[in-house]
């Protein structure tokens, strides 16, 4: 069983603001000689020189040299606007058990993400104008709603309650590289984005374990998108250890004409395996192995994802995406998250341009990315004062 437990459970606010001066807690986040970049692995794995971590590291530790510890204060950011980028994942692992009574599904999932990013730009708005998302651009931006059904303008919401702030006045701007509803995350990373750019707009009032806590009230996913670079997630996602990587990985993404519903997809899970025992799902060493070691032919064969049915179930015609792209040499390919957007591991550039091609060439492909993986987590990547 893993222990880490990220975010840390819920206390009361003026709990929290208590803490704001505590000392960060020991960051266990190491380095090894290998290059390799991590925490005390989840399973049987070595261990780092010094023995395991003692407390199992929350976000905001320099993992991967990503995540920057944000300052708790609570004077006001003097910036007019802030942008925050985040990152979109794929689920190398992706084991489903049986639905919960809160209607989630436990998960062991590898989550993974990559260089494709949406980048959430916020300032403050005139008294009384409300939330304002009033630019999108980028990938398939026209089918990003504008309103509250928008998962930024739910985050600055949840944001301003936490902070106990009246209703905000922002106005939001965002710039899309993931693709809309494509089993990527892209919604949970502009939430993420939009998290740590308003929280520095207001001050960094919250560190990193704070906001990871506000994260999953928006989403399963955002957590991991704050987070970012590899990671085993347990419960819904959201209990998170980071994972050793050695080196990159390069893989090519297939995004399809039509998005899929996550929630269809878990259903269209919940009836395939009606009547049949579901085992508790568990993380898969031949995964995290292949990881460590940075092995992506190991790796392309470990690759396993028990949405990928369901999703063919509703979307047959992915099957062809997959097949075109092992057949164009691809090390592996799955079904990235519920879809229905196709993922391949390639071996190197000249592979992924072999695949990046096969997988263009097909009818029911929109757009085909080649990137790299894993990328940083959600964090602050410009200021205009
Ligand atoms: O948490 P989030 O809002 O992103 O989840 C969207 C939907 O996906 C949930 O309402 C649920 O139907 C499904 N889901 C699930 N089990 C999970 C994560 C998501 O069933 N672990």
Known sequence: MVGTVWPPPKVSKRA???????VAPATVAYRCPTGAVG?????????????PPARPRPLGAPLDGIAPKVTANYSESVSASVTARAPGKVNIQLSVGAVRDDGFHPLASVFHAVAMHEEVTVAAGPAGSGIV???VSGLQADEVPRDSGNLVWRAAERLAAELDRPAPDVRVSIAKGVPVAGG???????CAAALVALNDLWGAPLDRDDLARVALDLGSDVPFSLLGGTALGL??????SPLMVRGSFHWVFATATRGLSTPAVYGTFDRLVEGRIVPEPQP???VIAALIAGDPRALGHALHNDLQEPALTLRPTLRDVLEAGLAAGALGAIVSGSGPT?????ADPPGAARVHSAAAGLE????VFSTTGAAPGARVVGRTA
Not at 39 to 51: C, F, H, I, W, Y
Not at 235 to 240: I, N, P, Y
């Open 184 to 190: 990527m995350a892209g919604g949970s990373a502009d």
């Open 133 to 135: 998302i009033d630019g």
């Open 16 to 22: 929290d603001r208590a803490r704001l001066t505590r």
């Open 364 to 367: 029911q492909v929109r757009a």
């Open 235 to 240: 419960g819904r996602g959201e209990l998170l």
């Open 342 to 346: 196709v993922a391949f591991l390639v």
């Open 39 to 51: 925490q005390r692995p989840a399973l049987a794995l070595p261990v780092p020189r010094g023995g």
């Open 284 to 286: 898969d060493e031949a």
